[in-house]
């Protein structure tokens, strides 16, 4: 199946700086990106898709100005969390497809961040 | 995108079959019905995922109703690395899968 990577899988930082976090489509092309929070023992929440050269679609509730998303190819997406504060801590996860219709979507391995 | 409804756990027994039960009434005649799973501390798996007709692979079968207000997940034989929580969600065009709570199953020795 179509591989999704994620780097970092976990990073941990101080309240106030950014971080990046880069999803990857190894084996194909993406033409479209999502984005993901779980908070422990939640569900997966859809935070924003990105088409790639084009502006993403934040979901009713997401700040775009703090979570910043870039889809600058067809095999990389990058989420950037601006000055992170500790309610930001959660588990992050990039999916993508190729982009066919009935498609499935394929996944990361998430990316754990922590904010002291 | 339609509404599902899944138990929110489910426990089975190691190598005897697994039966998760989906309801998704207001599904329309255009969605997909997907599966995923997701063991801790993972991002999600796919599973299978289906139309109309009951569908099969090396994971698992997914069986669906003949009016497709519902589907149930078949894991033929338990093993311990099943347990996960399982989520069904109904998509037109997979570009707006949203998640709901998902059934926890555990798979007991």
């Known amino acids: 199946g179509a591989v999704v990577s994620q780097h970092p899988s976990r990073v941990i930082c101080k309240s106030g700086t950014s971080v990046k976090i880069e999803c990857r489509s190894l084996?194909?092309?993406?033409?479209?990106m999502f984005w993901y929070r779980q908070f422990p023992k939640q569900s997966l929440m859809l935070m924003a898709t990105?088409?790639?050269?084009?502006?993403?679609?934040?979901e009713q509730g997401v700040e775009k100005d703090k979570f910043l998303i870039n889809h600058a190819s067809l095999t990389l997406s990058t989420l950037t969390v601006t000055s992170a504060h500790p309610e930001d801590s959660s588990f992050y996860i990039c999916s993508a497809t190729p982009g066919l219709a009935h498609e499935t979507q394929y996944f990361g391995p998430g990316t754990r961040l922590l904010v002291l | 995108d339609a509404k599902t409804t899944q138990p929110n756990s489910m426990e089975s027994n190691e190598e005897e079959p697994v039966h998760l039960p989906c309801n998704h009434s207001t599904i329309s005649g255009t969605d997909y019905i997907h599966w995923y799973r997701q063991l801790p501390s993972q991002g999600p798996e796919y599973v299978i995922h289906g139309l109309t007709s009951n569908v099969n692979n090396r994971m698992a079968s997914l069986a669906i109703a003949e009016d497709r207000k519902s589907s149930t997940l078949i894991l033929h034989r338990a093993t311990l690395r099943d347990a996960a929580v399982y989520y069904c969600i109904i998509s037109y065009n997979n570009n707006d899968m949203r998640f709901g709570a998902g059934t926890r199953l555990t798979v007991k020795p």
């Open positions: 084996d194909f092309q993406a033409t479209t």
């Open positions: 990105s088409n790639e050269g084009s502006k993403a679609t934040y």
